[in-house]
């Protein structure tokens, strides 16, 4: 049963949030937003690690808000599942978003066109009725985020987006498509998925390598 708000975030916190892989996806971005080197100044870098949390938090809820229709059948055991807070954690994703926004705004005011374009392309992707119909091209798409959140914490900084970033970004992605077959059952137990998964693992080691080899 449903319990308090207060208790249901607490859970779903710490069922969907503040887990192994999440905190792991939200190294990888930091990473991938620092490489080859940290900031130089730590205020900068506390703020990218709250940009971060924040954005990484706020598209993970809206994730799963999206997905209650579905998960109340696959999976009901889910704290949005059967939560009577709904309308409640739909406010908790538009303060993130807002927290995100303000983030950015103060940081590097150009940012905030790219959070607004990115917003309102998954605004209009969660209402497309092929999304759940199409779970091949669907991954691959909502997946898309992630290289854009880096985009997002490095214009934080005012960090130039170059050539070596770009691959940084395709690495990622490509991994994190990987990593998606391989953790998601359904995914995994299509032949399609699994070749597909087999050439982007394929691309993510010659473009890890690529860039050992240009920056050795």
Request: hydrophobic residues 50%.
């Amino acid at each position: 049963m449903s319990k308090s708000y207060p208790e249901d975030l607490k859970s779903y916190l710490c069922t969907r949030l503040i887990t192994v892989p999440m905190l792991l996806l939200l190294i990888v971005l930091l990473l991938a937003t620092w490489f080859p080197s940290m900031p130089v100044f730590s205020l900068t870098t506390i703020m990218q690690i709250w940009l971060a949390v924040i954005l990484v938090a706020m598209f993970r809820l809206w994730d799963d808000l999206s997905d209650v229709p579905a998960d109340r059948i696959k999976h009901p055991n889910r704290v949005l599942s059967f939560t009577t807070h709904e309308n409640l954690f739909r406010r908790t994703c538009m303060s993130l978003g807002i927290a995100a926004f303000t983030t950015l705004l103060l940081s590097n005011p150009i940012s905030i066109v790219g959070f607004g374009l990115l917003t309102a392309a998954f605004a209009v992707y969660y209402k497309l009725p092929w999304r759940k119909s199409w779970p091949r091209a669907g991954y691959h798409v909502l997946l898309l985020k992630y290289p854009c959140l880096i985009v997002l914490i490095s214009m934080s900084a005012v960090v130039s987006i170059d050539e070596q970033r770009v691959i940084l970004m395709l690495l990622t992605y490509v991994a994190l498509c990987v990593y998606e077959v391989a953790h998601d059952p359904a995914l995994r137990s299509d032949s399609h998925c699994r070749c597909i998964a087999a050439v982007e693992f394929i691309a993510a080691s010659v473009l890890a390598t690529y860039i050992a080899i240009t920056t050795s």
